[in-house]
């Protein structure tokens, strides 16, 4: 896993200076998803292998699972979301509460 997410990073890299984006000139985020299913010891052990990875320098952050992903990219991009729920474009407020479980 580590392999690969270290091949990610110097992909994104590279790809940012073929834009003519170096990575001391742009403040970036990453925010990685895990499965639903996966405990806080495998949450933690996907957080350790991210950080020792070159995401590691940057802001990266392992914090959502994936249908929590899900459903704010829903919140956010669906008109039929907005309308319902009072949102206009430019104006989205997500509060996002999560039960935290302690093994």
């Not at 690969?4 to 003519?20: D, K, Q, V």
């Not at 000139?25 to 933690?44: G, H, I, K, N, R």
């Amino acid at each position: 896993m580590q392999d690969f997410l270290e091949g990610l990073y110097r992909h994104l890299i590279s790809t940012l200076a073929n834009e003519g984006l170096s990575t001391n000139e742009v403040d970036y985020q990453v925010l990685f998803t895990v499965p639903a299913p996966f405990s806080s010891a495998a949450v933690e052990n996907f957080r350790r292998i991210v950080m020792g990875t070159g995401f590691g320098n940057h802001s990266a952050e392992v914090q959502l699972t994936e249908p929590e992903a899900a459903a704010l990219y829903t919140l956010k991009t669906q008109p039929i979301m907005r309308r319902m729920n009072g949102f206009e474009v430019g104006s989205t407020r997500i509060i996002y509460f999560r039960q935290l479980l302690i093994e």
